[in-house]
């Protein structure tokens, strides 16, 4: 899938893809509620009910720079809760690779948050070490998402995940601390959108009069734009995910801005009564 805002290309590369097994993750998303939200079929949900989600990352070619927007779950990894997600054996590279974006071609990784989903291709490994994967690239984290995972990853599995793929980083010299309202280049600057993590950003395109977002997990799905408090298990302040949601999508509601999650597809949030709906792009 590529989508094109002005002269900014965004290309997302699948990792994982999956249909209805997300209960874990949005416990409110039945089956039945799904069902009486038709706008979601076919594109965000079965008709069944199941939502369909993916792990991917997304590639933003801007004139002058080659960005990753988050990295997936990885290969190799140990220690993750999912069992599926351990010492996965993927040809992501290969994929990204074949879709023209080697890893020695981008200049910037950037993580809309340092959860496991989001980090894993950041390192790879190589005789018993984890390195770069993306070695040219400037890894760009939010100095308070890093800042909060390098002093709370207390839980095994999260100071797992930090060990592997964001330490190693840090350690080879790559990483830039970034304010969650920095300036990355011309075209992309970064929104504060704490709540699902606490220092969760949003990624802001702007070029030759078009706008995107890449929203990263301030929803994982579509269907918590029509109900704002449907939280993620994985949500590390509910109340102020929610804010952040009303906020966002209240600011980004009947405009042309093209909104890309981490999870989902493409689309235009619209109004829709107290709360808001999705309409995928083509
Ligand atoms: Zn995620």
């Known amino acids: 899938m590529r989508w094109k805002i002005g002269k900014v290309t965004v290309t997302k590369i699948v990792e994982l893809e999956t249909v209805g097994q997300t209960r874990f993750i949005l416990p409110s998303a039945t089956y039945e509620e799904i069902q009486s939200m038709p706008w979601l079929m076919p594109r965000f949900a079965t008709d069944e009910g199941r939502l369909k989600m993916s792990i991917h990352a997304l590639v933003v070619e801007t004139p002058s720079r080659r960005i990753v927007v988050d990295t997936g779950l990885g290969n190799d990894k140990q220690g993750?809760?999912?069992?599926?997600?351990?010492?996965?054996?993927?040809?992501?590279?290969?994929?990204?690779?074949?879709?023209?974006?080697?890893?020695?071609?981008?200049?910037?990784?950037?993580?809309?948050?340092?959860?496991?989903?989001?980090?894993?291709?950041?390192?790879?490994?190589?005789?018993?070490?984890?390195?770069?994967?993306?070695?040219?690239?400037?890894?760009?984290?939010?100095?308070?998402?890093?800042?909060?995972?390098?002093?709370?990853?207390?839980?095994?599995?999260?100071?797992?995940?930090?060990?592997?793929?964001?330490?190693?980083?840090?350690?080879?010299?790559?990483?830039?601390?970034?304010?969650?309202?920095?300036?990355?280049?011309?075209?992309?600057?970064?929104?504060?959108?704490?709540?699902?993590?606490?220092?969760?950003?949003?990624?802001?395109?702007?070029?030759?009069?078009?706008?995107?977002?890449?929203?990263?997990?301030?929803?994982?799905?579509?269907?918590?734009?029509?109900?704002?408090?449907?939280?993620?298990?994985?949500?590390?302040?509910?109340?102020?995910?929610?804010?952040?949601r009303d906020e966002l999508f209240t600011r980004l509601a009947d405009s042309p801005v093209l909104v890309i999650g981490g999870h989902y597809d493409a689309g235009h949030i619209k109004r829709d009564g107290d709360a808001f709906k999705f309409v995928a792009a083509d």
């Open 80 to 244: 993750r809760n999912v069992p599926s997600w351990n010492n996965r054996q993927t040809p992501f590279m290969e994929m990204m690779a074949a879709a023209g974006f080697p890893p020695e071609s981008i200049d910037t990784v950037l993580c809309t948050h340092l959860h496991v989903d989001h980090v894993g291709w950041n390192t790879r490994l190589v005789a018993g070490r984890w390195v770069p994967t993306f070695e040219k690239a400037r890894y760009l984290f939010g100095q308070v998402e890093y800042m909060y995972w390098r002093d709370h990853s207390v839980a095994p599995d999260k100071a797992e995940i930090f060990r592997d793929s964001v330490a190693p980083i840090v350690e080879a010299g790559k990483a830039d601390l970034v304010a969650s309202d920095a300036r990355i280049c011309d075209e992309i600057s970064l929104i504060p959108t704490p709540g699902h993590s606490p220092g969760h950003v949003s990624v802001h395109i702007r070029s030759a009069g078009e706008e995107g977002l890449l929203a990263g997990d301030v929803a994982h799905h579509p269907c918590q734009m029509a109900h704002l408090d449907w939280c993620s298990t994985a949500d590390s302040d509910p109340v102020q995910s929610t804010k952040t």
